[in-house]
């Protein structure tokens, strides 16, 4: 939730905050603001309710000189959005700014405290309740800002990434996190401050991921210092990272959700190269090569997620029993984490998070490693926090995911769910040698399918057209498909805002059916499987009631085409690895019906890419 940028250094900051804003902006879009100061010790703090682009049209025209400032834009969790709630918050004499994304738990009793003393608020936000801590304690004690972040830090509970700059101090920011996501980006005599790495990528690729209580202090032409809230030195070495500016553009798609439908054949072999062996169908990854010992001799795995993650973890446990023999359980990580889950270390859990920053799947993570369990990560994001905190992992290597609604990660995370269930099963020997090596050689077919799947795209957009007076629908899907229909259904209700549910086909006679009439949509996952007759079978339920149904098949179906309204054929592939072409034209069915009913596919309201607070 919500983005934070920041710079300093001889080049003018507005610009670059602006252009950082919008990269960071599918995490927060409710409001945005800027605060830059000048070299003759101005602070000019901007505003606007709304996008990055209100922002712009408030400063135009006003003076945005300076080469120092921080921006943010925002993904409302304290006061509602408004240009009032909006950061930069400044301290009540206006010398001091600071943007924030998390949530600060006892702002309630610090605020009261600050009233007393005779602190006005503006707002209605956590946030505003810090900066006037930060000022209070530093007039208190006669401190500089470092020591008054310090200090301040140490009373708030909650998460927090926050950026502060002194009018009077023009030539330096204070940076800190806690349980959300900080990177400091190192040019050359400029430091870069984000949420995460996309806002740096054209300036460079040297950065520093700060961890939990670590404050930076980014002072123009010196060297970066990171010290903890006690103030001890945390030296860090400098990653670079592997991103460059062509993976954030929209390349001539009219929106980044469809340009990420489409990169899935490329991201997927993105996701396999140098862990398939097409010649002799087999699979390599490191993480098994380190840990063989420990993953394979786990009693049970227990994979942790939210979201479009979650239903990923449904596909991976289905994998992992069928290949491994190995009982899995896939929970919610906001579930998790606030129950006493029996867990011991004979477990492997394994994280999910496209972000590597989901603060629930962050706080399932280390509960599981107090209770000893060894924890596998899946992410998208090179040094993230979960990729941090957990014992090994895997990347799935897609490329930054700028649509909020997630595609090309989901796709990511069920092949690397297969290629880690598919070697696990061939080292315990749980799998058939030749079902092993018939899978592998399929999975390395899959990006070419998904690319046939992509030319049905215009009749999909042409037919999708009937849809947008839809009000509800329903999914169907059995088996491996039951996961697709629960990520179909959610596709569609983040960015076309239509109440959508996905169903195991099977249980829509207890009590879904009693919906199905002539309005009712319902999108059938029905592919070649051993559960096929009894989909059929569903379907006929459906249309003896007049439902409308759209139904995914496997290429050369007649049955199901005869009785669907609409049918989308897929190439045959092996039933496990089915959900990596099914999921696709529901991708499509979702985006297209948004785009008929004039909705921001890639900002849908309400949401945010990066779930950074609870």
Not at 258 to 287: F, H, W
Not at 445 to 461: G, S
Not at 563 to 578: R, V
Request: aromatic letters at 8%; a negative charge; proline letters at 4%.
């Amino acid at each position: 939730m919500c983005g934070i940028v920041g710079y300093i250094g001889s080049r003018q900051a507005y610009p670059i905050l602006i252009d950082g804003l919008k990269r960071l902006e599918y995490r927060g879009y409710d409001s945005a603001g800027v605060a830059l100061v000048s070299g003759s010790h101005r602070l000019n703090v901007y505003k606007s309710a709304g996008k990055v682009a209100d922002l712009e049209r408030v400063a135009e025209k006003q003076d945005v000189s300076g080469c120092a400032g921080i921006a943010h834009t925002r993904w409302a969790t304290h006061g509602e959005p408004c240009t009032t709630n909006a950061h930069p918050h400044c301290s009540s004499d206006g010398r001091l700014a600071l943007v924030h994304n998390g949530i600060i738990e006892n702002y309630a009793p610090l605020k009261e405290k600050l009233v007393a003393q005779g602190y006005i608020f503006k707002s209605s936000t956590d946030t505003e309740v810090l900066v006037q801590l930060i000022d209070y304690l530093q007039k208190q004690g006669n401190l500089d800002l470092l020591a008054a972040v310090q200090l301040a830090l140490r009373e708030v509970v909650g998460a927090y990434a926050i950026a502060v700059i002194d009018r009077s101090r023009p030539d330096e920011i204070i940076a800190a996190r806690k349980s959300s996501p900080l990177v400091v980006g190192i040019g050359e005599n400029e430091f870069f401050l984000a949420s995460d790495a996309t806002p740096m990528v054209a300036y460079t690729n040297k950065v520093v991921y700060l961890e939990d209580e670590e404050i930076a202090v980014l002072h123009a032409g010196m060297p970066l210092r990171i010290v903890n809230l006690n103030n001890v030195e945390c030296p860090h070495e400098a990653q670079t990272i592997a991103m460059n500016i062509g993976q954030l553009e929209k390349n001539g798609y009219p929106h980044f959700m469809l340009k990420e439908i489409y990169d899935q054949p490329d991201c997927i072999g993105d996701c396999m190269r140098g862990r398939i062996n097409p010649d002799a169908n087999t699979v390599t990854l490191s993480a098994v090569s380190n840990f063989k010992e420990r993953l394979v001799g786990a009693h049970r795995f227990i994979i942790v997620a939210c979201g479009t993650s979650w239903h990923a973890g449904l596909i991976g446990k289905q994998l992992i029993e069928t290949f491994c023999r190995v009982p899995v359980e896939v929970e919610y990580a906001s579930e998790f984490r606030y129950r006493n889950p029996v867990i011991g270390p004979e477990d492997v859990v394994i994280a999910i998070s496209q972000s590597g920053e989901t603060a629930d799947t962050l706080a399932a993570v280390e509960l599981a490693k107090e209770k000893g369990a060894f924890i596998y990560g899946i992410c998208n994001a090179v040094g993230s926090s979960i990729a941090r905190a957990t014992d090994t992992g895997s990347y799935i290597h897609v490329g930054p995911e700028i649509g909020v609604a997630s595609t090309k990660a989901f796709t990511g995370q069920v092949t690397v769910l297969a290629l880690l269930a598919l070697l696990l099963g061939k080292e315990k020997g749980t799998v058939a040698e030749d079902e092993y090596h018939r899978a592998v050689s399929e999975l390395a077919n899959i990006p070419d399918k998904m690319r046939e799947v992509l030319k049905q795209d215009a009749f999909i957009a042409d037919f999708s057209k009937m849809f947008t007076y839809a009000r509800n629908f329903i999914y169907l899907g059995r088996g491996y498909a039951y996961p697709v229909a629960l990520e179909g259904a959610l596709k569609l209700k983040e960015i076309s805002y239509i109440h959508a549910e996905g169903y195991p086909a099977a249980e829509m006679k207890h009590g879904p059916i009693a919906l199905i009439d002539a309005e009712m949509p319902v999108v059938v996952i029905a592919t070649q499987s051993t559960l096929y007759e009894k989909v059929l079978s569903n379907i006929q339920e459906i249309k003896a009631r007049k439902g409308r149904v759209v139904a995914v098949v496997t290429e050369g179906d007649t049955v199901i085409k005869k009785l669907a309204d609409y049918s989308i054929e897929l190439p045959a592939t092996e039933e496990c690895l089915s959900p990596l072409v099914a999921s696709i034209p529901l991708q499509l069915l979702a985006y297209h019906i948004a785009v008929c009913r004039g909705m921001d596919v890639d900002q849908p309201r309400n949401l945010a890419k990066s779930v950074t607070v609870e």
